[in-house]
């Protein structure tokens, strides 16, 4: 039976909604298996070149060093991967999948760690069966440790090409001029905060002047801490313009 698919939704504070699809269960053991596959050949690595030795000297000792170390090397890859990298590790990236904050917020480092060390729990008794069987039965896909950290993991999108003349045309893009940045830009957005503001530029007409003018300052406030252009490049354009220039840039080269 086809079962329809699990959203977050999230309404911001402007009245803009979108949803993003959650990971199913089966979609995060597919990528929880490439990660496992990394850590595995990583502690035989370990175990060739550093462990081997001291388990013939010390067969107790060295077994247990080995287990408490590649326990840690699980822990930190994952916390390490989903921090520095947008929440996302080999294997989530690979599916295109992304580990965010419930509510829509950016994710915290104590997020991270928390979900991270609640995986102990979830993998019991093998092969994350308990963390399995909570997402399973959550509405939200949630294992143990998202429920707690207040997380959940969502299937990315790829950047679809929408009609930018619906938000405005333009000849000049000040924000152009600068490459490397505008790489750094769209490689920090996601495909739910662009569109967010895609929406915005398309219903600017529908606001009053107060609302037009603070929800565009806000949310060009929110990609200007995504990646700062210099000085020269935003001082004589509007907030408006600026999340104008922002959207051409990040669907204009496609992904």
Sequence with gaps: MYQKKK???????????FALELASPLM?????????????SLGIFLQQMIFTPIIKAAPDIGT???????????????MAMEWFWDGRT?????????????????LQPSQVVVRNLLRVVDSLPLLYLVGGA???????????????AGTVVVKLPRFNSPDLTAIGEQKFNSLRAYPHLVARLRQAVTPAEADIALQALRRRDTFDDLERTSLFDQLADHFKAKCSFPEEAVRTISSEQYLRNVVEL??????
Excluded at 7 to 17: A, K, M, N, W
Excluded at 28 to 40: G, H, Q, T
């Design 7 to 17: 959203q977050l939704r999230i309404r911001t504070p402007e009245g803009i909604s």
């Design 28 to 40: 995060r053991f597919f990528a929880w298996s490439i990660d496992a596959l990394i850590i595995i």
């Design 64 to 78: 247990g060093l080995y287990i408490v170390v590649t326990t840690a090397l699980s822990l930190c890859y994952a």
């Design 90 to 106: 080999l294997g989530k990236r690979l599916f295109r999948l992304r580990v965010m904050d419930s509510n829509g917020f950016h």
């Design 134 to 148: 909570a997402s399973f039965f959550s509405p939200l896909y949630q294992r143990l440790g998202d429920r707690v």
């Design 250 to 255: 990040i669907y204009s080269s496609g992904q």
